[in-house]
């Protein structure tokens, strides 16, 4: 089973959870730029955040065979804070990089005006840098979230093929399926959906256009459940060319619209290189 995990925060995760998630099929996977739980207070911290993702962390995942790429944005909770708001001026400069596939994480957090003014610049630099977009619903008030984010998707002019509407369950995936864009499902082990669930929202609305991720971050969490949904979709009688297009072909077809996967040479495992003089072992390996 080869998997890209199109949503997971491993600047959160340990070295362990690379091997463990190597092991378990995982060869590609995003990670959006989000808000790290400790409120940041200045727009430089958002940058060192930023050049972690398109420098260190990449070089991270590649020590254990997995093909690292991210997404930059300004990400709705903090887009309540005037302290940064400076930050959209830097997003040009990061959108360009390599390894940038999307802008995210964007959308709403509280449905207030600053999120308002945030997510529909955002979409802007979608258009104008030609990326697609990832956009976080609301985990208060999901359904009320989703209708405004569709509604300004619509307005941005963004082709919905270019946007994946993330975090959905049973009770929003109708609105998304008929507004074109693509449906992202966040697979927790006690909120959002878990496998069972996911696997009847797949029995219910196909394979098309969904993408399946473990958005696994600083919480409780678990990198390893895009591979426990494949799983579960084995033993509900899903074929395995099924679950190739849920965990491999739908988030190469979404992020592939940025013009910049890269999904050959993802490293090889265990190896001893360093990234501006760091390496992942901690010290000198104890000689045989």
Sequence with gaps: MRIFDPHIHMTSRTTDDYEAMHAAGVRALVEPAFWLGQPRTSVGSFLDYFDSLIGWEPF????????????????????????????????PRYLLKDGVVAVGEIGYDSMTP?????????????????????????????????????AVVKESGLAPERVVVDHLNEVTVRQVVDSGCWMGFSIYPDTKMDERRMVAVLREFGTERILVNSAADWGRSDPLK?????????????????????????????????????????????????FEGNSVLRGVRAEV
């Design 60 to 91: 991270r995942a590649a020590q254990f065979g997995i093909r690292h790429h991210c997404t930059v944005a300004l990400n709705p909770k903090e887009a309540n804070d005037p302290r940064c708001a400076e930050v959209l001026q830097h997003l």
């Design 114 to 150: 600053e999120e308002d003014e945030a997510f529909a610049a955002q979409l802007q630099l979608a258009l104008t840098h030609d990326l697609p977009a990832l956009v976080h619903t609301p985990h208060r008030d999901k359904a009320a979230g989703v209708e405004r984010t569709l």
């Design 226 to 274: 895009t591979r426990r949904t494949g799983d579960a979709m084995l033993a509900a009688g899903f074929t395995p060319d099924d679950v190739d297009t849920v965990l491999w072909r739908n988030p190469v077809a979404f992020y592939g619209q940025s013009g910049k996967l890269e999904l050959d040479g993802s490293g090889t495992p265990g190896t001893d290189a360093t």
